[in-house]
């Protein structure tokens, strides 16, 4: 079989979750802090519920690593943590932890006079 069964359980999220609004469902994807709701929520089509469960920090690694290097270039970039949010306190709050060059990268692009 190439497809995962679902569980009772997870049959149940799905249900529960299908029920409810964009709205809801952001500001689930936001607050929770199930792992296997915020799974689920990275599959929605909504690119904004995928940006909110790419920066809850309870989301787990390999779902934020799929977001950021989703197929659709407008995800990935959504899916990026604010730069604002990592200065100063590098990779507190960022999920997945960013990489130090990258950390580094934004950091010097910040310290670049605008032109």
Not at 7 to 17: D, H, N
Not at 97 to 112: A, F, G, V, Y
Request: hydrophobic content about 30%; proline content about 6%; some cysteine.
């Amino acid at each position: 079989m190439s497809k995962k069964e679902m569980t009772l359980k997870e049959f149940e999220y799905q249900y529960a979750l299908g029920s409810m609004s964009n709205g809801a469902l952001r500001k689930l994807a936001e607050e929770t802090t199930s792992k296997e709701i915020l799974t689920i929520l990275s599959t929605n089509k909504d690119w904004n519920i995928k940006m909110r469960v790419s920066r809850n920090k309870h989301t787990p690694k390999e779902i934020s690593e799929e977001l950021l290097s989703h197929e659709e270039i407008v995800i990935r970039i959504l899916c990026i943590p604010d730069p604002e949010d990592i200065k100063g306190n590098k990779n507190v709050g960022i999920n997945p932890p960013l990489p130090q060059e990258l950390i580094n990268r934004i950091e010097d692009e910040d310290k670049k006079p605008e032109a």
